[in-house]
């Protein structure tokens, strides 16, 4: 079974509350939980953090966003620090995990020092990283799997196609498939971007799934009329669950 990660805007925590009880019932193995999506996602409210985990009870794989602008993911030493904060609260809120990214400039390749002083403040409150789709923004993707080897990153979010260009992850599958393999099970690699109940048969299809730990990631394509459907989630967990046995 290749397990479904559910993304949820965390508009308020009545809304929140009731998208992830859909996610959960449907199925999900884990959810990221992500503020103002339409700015591709911020650091959520703590009201919504625990409206989230109390949602989804006590199934482990509540992800929190980090992320303090919208933007680059290239911070100043105030927003890392306000960052460094961010993680705190999402543990002391009961999350599971925290998605974060943080690139230095002018390059876009990982800040080195600024994503060690997150992964030990995540390891300090027992929390899995996940580098998010700030690893499409980096120019060498081979080299910043490498690094995030190196760092002991537990999992990564990727189309496949770099950011800011259009395309889901149907198209970045050639890329996504040298990631998996070049991973060797080390780092799990999440499939986001564009995935859906009608094509994550054929995305799956077209990758080795054997080659390394996988799961999938998905946000619109798990909602009917921008709402987390139970039918939705369950639909996408089965179309999961059909490629990989």
């Known amino acids: 079974m290749i397990p479904v990660e559910i993304c949820i805007d965390a508009s308020d925590a009545a809304a929140v509350e009731r998208s992830v009880s859909a996610a959960y019932d449907g199925g999900a193995a884990?959810?990221?939980?992500c503020a103002d999506m339409h700015l591709d996602g911020l650091t959520p409210s703590v009201d919504c953090l625990i409206a989230a985990r109390r949602a989804f009870r006590q199934r482990p794989g509540l992800m929190a966003m980090i992320r303090p602008r919208a933007g680059d993911f290239c911070y100043s030493p105030a927003e890392l620090a306000l960052m460094l904060?961010?993680?705190a609260m999402a543990a002391g809120a009961g999350a599971d995990g925290v998605v974060f990214g943080v690139l230095q400039a002018p390059d876009h390749c990982i800040d080195l020092a600024a994503s060690q002083r997150l992964l030990a403040?995540?390891?300090r409150h027992a929390l899995k990283t996940t580098m998010h789709r700030a690893f499409d923004a980096t120019p060498d993707p081979n080299a910043?799997?490498?690094?995030?080897?190196?760092?002991?990153?537990?999992?990564?979010?990727t189309s496949g196609v770099p950011w800011g260009q259009r395309g889901s992850a149907l198209d970045g599958v050639e890329r996504l498939a040298r990631t998996i393999q070049r991973a060797q099970?080390?780092?799990e690699v999440v499939l986001g971007g564009g995935v859906n109940p009608a094509n994550v048969g054929p995305?799956?299809?077209r990758l080795p799934l054997d080659a390394g730990r996988v799961s999938v990631h998905a946000y619109s394509g798990a909602q009917v009329n921008g709402q987390t459907t139970v039918e939705t989630v369950r639909s996408?967990?089965?179309a999961a669950t059909v490629r990989s046995s």
Do not use: H, P
Not at 30 to 33: A, F, I, N, S, V
């Open 30 to 33: 884990t959810l990221e939980l």
């Open 85 to 87: 904060d961010q993680i």
């Open 121 to 123: 403040a995540a390891r």
């Open 144 to 157: 910043t799997l490498d690094t995030l080897l190196d760092l002991g990153v537990d999992r990564v979010l």
């Open 185 to 187: 099970g080390c780092i």
């Open 203 to 205: 995305l799956l299809a």
């Open 236 to 238: 996408l967990v089965e």
